[in-house]
């Protein structure tokens, strides 16, 4: 599902609205009461439901003037845990990831809320692009996260893939970071189509 809105239009989002097995799901399916609960104005771009499991939506916000994304997830009331043992994992490493609760009335009712560098899957893939990527890409490296001072996100899917766009001296360089690599098929004919036009590439393969 994507572009989910506040009028529920797409069927599945209107289905998911009534999953009474996630109690913070209305906060993420509606834009203004994400935002409400965000202090910030935000707009819902992606979602992902698995019916009585998980929640998980990708947002777009404009910070510094430019846009920034993030991500929201809400579980079951059994799958709450493991919401809170990534907000203590990410709060070791550095990282933003907080644990809402939308309701002081409900305990249970929790939403877990980062931004892209957050990102629990591509999180290893942005550490070594951070460490190592950059460097090997000739692009400049600045302290602290992949995207400070060096790059915008052209596209995000949560959990899945995610794409920069970095400014360089010489030609821009777009950037992509998936969960898991593209099969052989895919690659060779997304190489062949760069190649077609003339676009030099350089595969990091992050092991």
């Given at each position: 599902m994507t572009g989910a809105q506040a009028s529920f239009k797409n069927p599945d989002c209107s289905l998911a609205s009534r999953d009474d097995a996630l109690?913070?799901?209305p906060y993420l399916l509606d834009s203004s009461r994400l935002s409400s609960l965000l202090g910030e104005t935000v707009r819902v771009?992606?979602?992902r439901y698995k019916p009585r499991t998980s929640l998980l939506v990708a947002f777009r916000r404009i910070r510094n003037g430019a846009f920034d994304y993030g991500w929201?997830?809400?579980?079951?009331?059994?799958?709450?845990?493991?919401?809170l043992r990534r907000e203590l994992t990410s709060r070791s490493r550095g990282g933003d990831i907080r644990v809402l609760r939308p309701d002081p009335r409900q305990d249970d009712n929790l939403v877990a809320v980062g931004g892209v560098e957050d990102d629990w899957v591509l999180y290893g893939n942005l550490l070594?692009?951070?460490e190592h990527g950059m460097?090997?890409?000739g692009l400049p490296q600045q302290p602290g996260?992949?995207?400070?001072?060096?790059?915008s996100v052209?596209?995000?899917?949560?959990?899945?893939?995610?794409?920069l766009f970095v400014q360089n001296s010489g030609a821009p360089v777009v950037i992509k970071a998936a969960a898991t690599p593209a099969g052989a098929e895919q690659q060779a004919h997304f190489l062949e189509r760069l190649n077609l036009h003339g676009v030099p590439h350089l595969s990091l393969i992050h092991i």
């Open positions: 109690p913070g799901l771009t992606r979602v929201a997830m809400t579980r079951t009331r059994a799958g709450n845990a493991k919401l070594w692009l951070r460097e090997r890409l996260s992949v995207l400070a001072g060096t790059g052209l596209r995000y899917k949560p959990e899945r893939r995610l794409v």
